[in-house]
């Protein structure tokens, strides 16, 4: 038995209905995407399955397009699946080679370059910004007129994604740092003497992290003109097996995580904006662990440059074809204002309060007491509201063909055997050069 709850042709079956496990669950997956779309579910509730589900089901779709952001490498076998590729941000030992992912320094806005190399609190600051500022336009300049590209030459700003060297900005900085000028009685330090070692000192030591070796590798490669083109290639193509683009983020530095989820957000966005329309091609963002990159409370500019990309995402992303898909096992930690721009939410179990409180304030007010029924689901079921269903649905989730890695381990289990193989040498080596 087919239920009738949604309008669409191609309906997107979720599940079976919990009082009716006959009937499928269909959502509209237009408005599923159109209205972007949450899913939020405690440890062991059957999230990752969901996801799981929601992927397999789109893959079959021939002309599919979307990019998961795969924190700890879970969804990684879902690749076999139709349409999906596996991609990974480059870690300190990856070469440049086709499934790998490299985000060159100079992709960086000008404010998202500030708030990750200059520290606020130094009083030179202002010296250091406004220097970086001028020295970022003087080498994007010279950088066309070598490329011949004088029809960009003319209205290129500091936020065009044009390759710059960042050695000749630390070289310029270097010789303004150690200025001396003849004055009226022999020499005397530069105006700007002095001024810039701690921000000198700072950009040095990035490039000399070779966790940031996805930013700061000095191939040449990733200095051509046309490697943004490259990238927006992995990054939005479609059909040939990459509609669905899984992007492993596992070896990626947790303090500048929301800057480079930030930073792919915004790339994608203002590829899609600038676009034709005729051409444009409908994209989600299935950005999973939201509560790492997309926090409620920021506790510094990274965070804050980062988050500011997502909520523009959320606020104007369906008129260009940007859908985001939020998906977290903690809501309350989750920012207010992209959670109140999404329309449909997928509400697994949740016992922490917050989180119960936080989907309960954004479900419509006249459902009463059914977000009171959260704590109490079943593994692999589901409240499903919003503009895809026609009425508020409690639903048991499909399980999918193709699990991710987050199955819950076994610990008495895994305790009661007997086990003589142990990885502890090898992960020690592995942590130390920072690669498995």
């Not at 709850?5 to 997107?12: A, C």
């Not at 893959?59 to 991609?87: A, M």
């Not at 940007?322 to 449909?344: E, F």
């Not at 459902?367 to 509201?385: H, K, S, T, W, Y």
Request: charged letters at 25%; hydrophobic letters at 40%; one cysteine or more.
């Amino acid at each position: 038995m087919k239920s009738i709850s949604s309008n669409t042709n191609q309906p997107l079956t979720i599940g079976k209905y919990t009082i009716s496990d006959d009937s499928d669950a269909n959502l509209d997956g237009n408005k599923f995407f159109q209205r972007h779309a949450v899913i939020v579910g405690g440890t062991g509730s059957g999230k990752s399955w969901t996801v799981a589900n929601l992927l397999e089901k789109a893959s079959e779709l021939k002309s599919v397009n979307g990019i998961i952001f795969d924190l700890h490498g879970e969804y990684k076998p879902l690749q076999k699946l139709n349409n999906t590729t596996l991609l990974k941000i480059a870690g300190p030992a990856d070469l440049i080679t086709d499934d790998v992912i490299f985000l060159p320094y100079w992709l960086l806005s000008y404010e998202e370059m500030e708030s990750f190399l200059l520290d606020r609190s130094d009083s030179n600051a202002p010296n250091q910004a406004r220097k970086l500022f001028d020295l970022i336009i003087q080498f994007k300049k010279e950088k066309l007129i070598s490329e011949d590209k004088t029809d960009v030459l003319e209205n290129f700003t500091i936020e065009s994604p044009i390759p710059y060297s960042i050695n000749s900005v630390l070289t310029e900085l270097k010789q303004l740092d150690t200025e001396m000028v003849q004055g009226s009685r022999g020499e005397k330090q530069g105006p700007l003497n002095g001024k810039f070692t701690r921000f000198i000192q700072r950009l040095e030591s990035k490039q000399m992290d070779k966790r940031l070796n996805f930013i700061f590798n000095s191939a040449k490669e990733l200095q051509s003109y046309d490697w943004f083109e490259i990238l927006a290639e992995k990054l939005l193509d479609f059909g040939n097996s990459k509609g669905l683009k899984i992007i492993d983020f596992s070896e990626v530095p947790s303090d500048i995580l929301p800057l480079v989820t930030g930073l792919i957000g915004r790339l994608v966005f203002s590829i899609q904006q600038w676009m034709s329309e005729q051409k444009r091609h409908p994209i989600a963002l299935f950005c999973d662990e939201a509560h790492l990159y997309l926090p409620n409370k920021i506790t510094d500019g990274i965070e804050e440059k980062g988050l500011r990309n997502f909520e523009r995402i959320a606020k104007e992303g369906r008129k260009y074809g940007v859908a985001l898909v939020v998906i977290s096992q903690r809501p309350a930690d989750v920012n207010k204002t992209i959670l109140s721009q999404c329309g449909n939410f997928i509400a697994m179990r949740l016992t922490n309060p917050e989180d119960q409180n936080v989907i309960q304030r954004l479900f419509p007010d006249n459902l009463g007491d059914f977000a009171n029924i959260l704590p109490i689901l079943d593994v692999g079921e589901a409240l499903i509201v919003g503009d895809a269903s026609l009425l508020p649905s409690r639903v048991i989730v499909d399980e999918p063909k193709i699990k991710p890695n987050s199955a819950t381990i076994d610990f008495w289990d895994e305790w009661s055997n007997e086990k003589t193989d142990k990885g502890i040498k090898e992960a020690v080596e592995a942590l130390r050069r920072q690669h498995k």
